[in-house]
């Protein structure tokens, strides 16, 4: 028996198989019927979204949480709170030394953000005398300190600027007895030179 190239034998109302210019069977969908299937299956996938979407807006609906969500959905936006509060203290805290606040956030039951923690970055300017140095470790100390319920880092940011404002106090205080000290030798000097010249 012979088969001539190209020829077609139906196999079904989905397929089709024909031999190709090596005489190698190849199987083939019906295009036809491969449009209604790609239809049918973009339709279900119409469906499946749109059911998907009405869950989500059920799940994301006060109406709908469970007891444990709503109680969840309250601990986050109190949390929220706290930390958004706690962040305003130190910038309203830190005479114009702060920087804007960051936050890391939670997605709650109900579809919301809320924020879980923060963070304020306060930047010490370089000082141009000691006095100026101790007035900026006292705004940063006063900063870090400044909310209701300070944090383990706003305690180690304020116990920094208390060293920061010690060593400038140090500072000042050298640079008052050098001053002193010069007086001093200054004063001894211009006696020593008069007590010079009424000898002569």
Request: proline content about 4%; cysteine-free; glycine content about 6%.
């Amino acid at each position: 028996m012979q088969i001539a190239s190209n020829s077609l034998y139906d196999i079904g109302s989905s397929y089709t198989i024909k031999l190709n210019e090596k005489e190698i069977l190849v199987v083939e969908d019906d295009p036809v019927d491969k449009r209604r299937v790609e239809a049918k299956k973009v339709s279900a996938q119409k469906e499946q979204d749109e059911k998907k979407a009405q869950e989500s807006k059920k799940s994301s609906s006060p109406e709908e949480l469970s007891t444990d969500e709503e109680r969840l959905v309250k601990d986050l936006a109190s949390r929220d709170s706290e930390v958004r509060a706690h962040e305003s203290a130190h910038i309203a805290a830190s005479g114009g030394l702060a920087g804007a606040a960051s936050f890391t956030y939670q997605q709650g039951p109900d579809g919301k953000m809320y924020a879980i923690g923060g963070e304020v970055s306060i930047a010490t300017p370089s000082s141009s005398s000691p006095e100026e140095a101790i007035q900026n470790a006292r705004k940063v100390a006063a900063a870090a300190l400044a909310a209701g319920d300070p944090s383990p880092q706003d305690f180690a940011v304020a116990s920094s600027a208390r060293v920061m404002e010690m060593q400038a106090t140090q500072q000042k205080n050298k640079e008052t007895l050098e001053k002193q000290e010069g007086q001093q030798t200054y004063s001894n000097e211009a006696i020593s030179l008069n007590t010079q010249e009424e000898g002569r």
